[in-house]
């Protein structure tokens, strides 16, 4: 019998396969951070399911042979509506983010690099000029101010501050254990679950030596200056008071004028305010279903607040994007652009650089197949014309 010739084909032709092979590959508790979710995982499964409940109409005659996707966002010129969103990313890959910035620079898009990312935001601006810099409140105004300007000095475009977390995980499938610090005694304890993931122990050995993972966060101090271990900085979050709107509008003044997302809107109220403090742009996002669970999924939150707020700045999802058809759909409801969490780390974890370039060129297709079977010549004209959507599908609060 011939041999499957898919057998050990690195191309992945879903999303769903890449998070298989991600799960084959990766230590369990590096899995496990991946998938993440709090409490009960409502959320987590809303934000991906509730685009099932949308269907579409398509014509199958008159499509048109060119189908424009570019757009822009926050100023920066995207090929395609889809921009990868702030992971602090951590074990997956020794490239981690430079990897998943050369990937978004290949495909022509913009990346959110996140204030707990494993590598210094000098060696990702580097790779990728469509760099935005993802902050949390975290620490003093003059710790916020420094990290804005070490941004802005390494050529990032713009900032996304993110304003969801209520530090409460209680996962009912339980949280993996993350170690303090990389450290013999903590190699020694996750020994068994590296064992068994010989291909993923082998990333991390670079000139016949071993490195290994390093959680810390270098772009939370200035340039040089060794960043906090995760959990250094994760408590010290924790001890910051959280922000008002006026400290996000001091905050917006930091950065001056330029591109500027709050992200982790769903409310109308929030996002009316977020125009007012004068952002460009707001992310519809409840933090990829990780923070406060029963948050209803992003896809249902959009068409109102799009409506609310959408000519007086940019309107961007993210939440449980795992197709082109997804992001078309998002599109469709008022969306400028989506941003993709999960999707990417997952393409990181199965093949490095080259499976994000193909998570992100499964999304572009999809997008494309379904501009096509619409009869759009471009992005800009999906609406909610194009939906089935069903009576009770949206959901909408904060009402002035
Ligand atoms: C493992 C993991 C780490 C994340 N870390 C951050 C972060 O550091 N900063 C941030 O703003 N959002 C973070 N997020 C949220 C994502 O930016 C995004 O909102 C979410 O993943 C979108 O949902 P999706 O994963 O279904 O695409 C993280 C999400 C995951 C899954």
Known sequence: MAANPWARNPWFETVTEAQRRAKKRLPKSVYASLIAG???????GDNVNAFGELQWAPHVVGAQPDRDLSTSVLGQELSFPVMISPTGVQAVDPDGEVAVARAAAARGTAMGLSSFASHPIEEVTAVNDKILFQLYWLGSREDMAAR?????AAGAKGIIVTTDWVFNIGRDWGSPEI???VDFKALLRLAPEIAVKPRYALDWVKGGKVTIPDLTAPNLTPQGVPGPTFFGAYGEW???PPPTWEDLAWLREQ?????FMVKGITRLDDAKRAVDIG???LSVSNHGGNNLDGTPATIRLLPDIADAVGNDIEVLLDGGIRRGSDVAKALALGARAVMVGRAYLWGLAANGQAGVENVLDLLRMGLDGVVMGLGHKSVHELSRDDLIIPDDFTRSFGHA
Not at 38 to 44: E, F, K, Y
Not at 148 to 152: L, W
Not at 255 to 259: E, K, L
């Open 38 to 44: 709090t409490q009960a995982g409502v959320t987590l």
């Open 148 to 152: 804005v300007e070490r941004a802005r």
């Open 179 to 181: 170690p303090e610090k």
């Open 238 to 240: 924790m001890g910051t």
């Open 255 to 259: 950065w001056g004028d330029g591109p």
């Open 279 to 281: 952002a460009t742009a």
